[in-house]
């Protein structure tokens, strides 16, 4: 199985910046970062196949949040820059060794982001 550890969250204002971490405990195929806001569906917010370093994003953060990796620590990072409220949530970090897709096997427990004004 695949640890991994998250860190970073926070509180931030609008229309500031926070970077989020994870690293994994070995190497994966693929690395997201999701987001949930209590009674609402989980967004994947952003993935990254580690492999390529191809990268995907929801429509919300374009522009907004980076996801890049640092495979040599199997780490990934979400920069996420011109925050709005609307970004106020728990993110998990998750990874899969197969497949890069909604379906991730491994899950971090999650750092909370909070953007007021």
């Known amino acids: 199985d695949v640890q991994l550890v998250e860190s970073g969250g926070g509180s931030a204002q609008v229309g500031g910046s926070l970077r989020l971490s994870c690293t994994a405990s070995g190497d994966t195929y693929c690395m997201a970062w999701f987001r949930q806001v209590p009674g609402k569906k989980r967004e994947a917010v952003a993935t990254i196949g580690t492999a390529l370093g191809i990268t995907r994003y929801a429509d919300s953060v374009k522009g907004r949040f980076t996801i890049s990796q640092d495979k040599s620590r199997f780490t990934v990072y979400l920069q996420m820059s011109t925050l709005k409220p609307e970004d106020t949530a728990m993110y998990y970090c998750?990874?899969?060794?197969?497949?890069?897709?909604?379906?991730?096997?491994?899950w971090g427990q999650g750092t909370q982001v909070t953007v007021s004004s």
């Open positions: 998750a990874a899969d060794n197969i497949y890069c897709g909604t379906g991730f096997a491994y």
